[in-house]
């Protein structure tokens, strides 16, 4: 399986600022996923990072809110804009593994506090 | 869209004994069936799956059953250890949505030594 790296793993924000996270991949992928869980929650996907092409965002989800880039096969980041206490969250970068198996797999995250 | 239950929400069980966590899926198109064990502070890891054309897969001590004409899935541990205290998620994927997969709502299981 892939190693997942993010950045930060942790921050505490102030209300109305924004914070980009960076995930970095040690192999190409080609898909790469943003999740979010919310305190005590499940997770939920947010969008999928497209190389070379807008992310595809999930119903709830916005382009505005949560920016992502996705500029080569092993890297990308989601920015989460004019942030309030309700994105207190754990934001999650995510692979779909290569060959059959098909498993997607998960970085450690970054987790955000929001004041 | 797909909908996942999970049950129980929070299970503690003594060292050594056995924990059994539920899931149930709503559509029948679903054929991949993940399970994630998440450590306090740490991202969910995969720690067992099963597919459609399968009914029961076994890794050591875990071991995933599959009813597809119930539509549930169940996650079996034995022997329980301490280091097994966690959140345990279970998740369906449709088969078309690559990278989204649907997830229960998760079990804090705890181990008592």
């Known amino acids: 399986s892939a190693v997942i790296s993010q950045k930060p793993s942790r921050d505490i924000c102030q209300r109305g600022t924004s914070l980009t996270i960076q995930c970095q991949v040690d192999?190409?992928?080609?898909?790469m996923f943003w999740y979010r869980q919310q305190p005590g929650q499940s997770l939920t996907l947010i969008a999928t990072a497209n190389q070379g092409s807008e992310a595809t965002y999930e119903s709830g989800f916005v382009i505005d809110k949560f920016p992502i880039s996705r500029p080569n096969l092993t890297f990308s980041t989601l920015t989460v804009s004019n942030m309030s206490p309700e994105d207190s969250s754990i934001y999650l970068c995510?692979?779909?593994?290569?060959?059959?198996?098909?498993?997607?797999?998960f970085g450690e995250g970054s987790r955000l506090t929001v004041l | 869209g797909e909908n996942v239950e999970q049950h129980p929400s929070t299970l503690s069980v003594q060292e050594g004994d056995s924990a059994v966590i539920k899931c149930t899926y709503s559509?029948?198109?679903?054929?991949?069936f993940p399970w994630y064990k998440q450590e306090l502070g740490k991202g969910p890891q995969l720690i067992i799956d099963i597919r459609s054309n399968v009914g029961e897969k076994k890794d050591q001590r875990i071991a995933v059953t599959l009813n597809k004409t119930a539509k549930h899935f169940s996650l079996h541990i034995t022997e329980t250890q301490p280091e097994d205290s966690a959140v345990y998620f279970c998740a369906a994927f449709d088969g078309t949505s690559y990278g989204k997969l649907t997830f229960g709502q998760g079990t804090i299981l705890t181990v008592h030594p």
């Open positions: 559509d029948s198109a679903s054929n991949y």
């Open positions: 995510s692979v779909w593994g290569t060959g059959d198996a098909g498993e997607l797999f």
């Open positions: 192999s190409q992928v080609t898909m």
